[in-house]
């Protein structure tokens, strides 16, 4: 599933290519997304400048005036930019053309994603309005977490990865941080102590940071805006490393489940 990092890298490689830029048309060829693509999306977006795209969680949000359109990839969904698009695909669902004669074209083999077109204010949609804050936002910090998290038993990874918490730390992110910030993943969320909240803290920014430089990471199927795959699966510690030995100590990968999700640790460097 494609996290913050490979959302980020795909709004950053669309930028130059669309900020500016007039969609001339809109082709919907498969409406049936996680909730299906509006019937008059086609029409309202033709015609209309494209003035900035942001990113909220793992939404892109592309604004036009005082509207968005909202793309979510789901599990499987990709938005790439082409100046000559190959033939369409069976996966490929939607066509945006625009006045440069660049095509984005939305893929999503599971059709788990979304193309919606909001209304403003955007941010007050039921897909973002409950949505927690960024994990780059300066007030997502040790003191807002603990607050947080003072009343919450459930695991600290558990936790982690709830949206309405924190958002984008999804379950590779949050193996990595918690690695990194010696934290076992099982560890009730309201005995972690501020200061060691405020290093995960610190650990959730430099894991997405360094996610996001190396392009995401591609599993099995992610590809960025240009068609290209992320690297940061050759850095993990942990994820997707069971029985492997430790980077740093040498002991070995435990793997156990949490929320139906896999989660790899350390059960010697986190404790």
Request: with cysteine; proline share 8%.
């Amino acid at each position: 599933m494609p996290e913050l990092p490979e959302v980020e890298t795909t709004r950053r490689g669309l930028v130059p290519l669309v900020i500016g830029r007039r969609v001339v048309a809109m082709h919907v060829y498969d409406r049936r997304l996680r909730w299906s693509v509006p019937s008059k999306l086609a029409t309202r977006l033709a015609g209309r400048t494209i003035d900035a795209i942001d990113r909220l969680s793992k939404y892109l949000l592309f604004r036009s005036s005082a509207h968005t359109l909202l793309v979510h990839f789901g599990m499987t969904g990709s938005l790439r930019a082409f100046t000559d698009p190959p033939p369409r695909q069976p996966h490929d669902h939607i066509d945006i053309v625009l006045d440069s004669g660049v095509t984005l074209r939305y893929r999503d083999p599971r059709r788990f994603g979304a193309v919606l077109w909001l209304p403003p204010p955007a941010e007050a949609h039921p897909l973002l309005a409950s949505l927690g804050p960024e994990p780059f936002d300066p007030h997502c910090n040790a003191e807002y977490l603990h607050d947080a998290l003072r009343a919450r038993s459930a695991a600290i990874k558990l936790a982690l990865m709830d949206s309405h918490l924190i958002v984008g730390v999804g379950n590779i992110y949050a193996s990595e941080s918690l690695f990194r910030a010696r934290i076992r993943p099982t560890t009730p969320a309201n005995r972690v102590s501020k200061a060691r909240l405020g290093r995960l803290v610190a650990e959730v920014r430099a894991t997405l940071t360094d996610a996001i430089a190396k392009g995401g990471s591609t599993l099995r199927d992610y590809v960025d805006s240009q068609g290209e795959p992320g690297y940061f699966q050759l850095d993990y510690a942990v994820y997707g490393r069971a029985q492997l030995p430790c980077k740093v100590c040498g002991a070995a990968i435990r793997q156990i489940r949490q929320g139906g999700r896999a989660t790899c640790f350390c059960p010697n460097c986190q404790r």
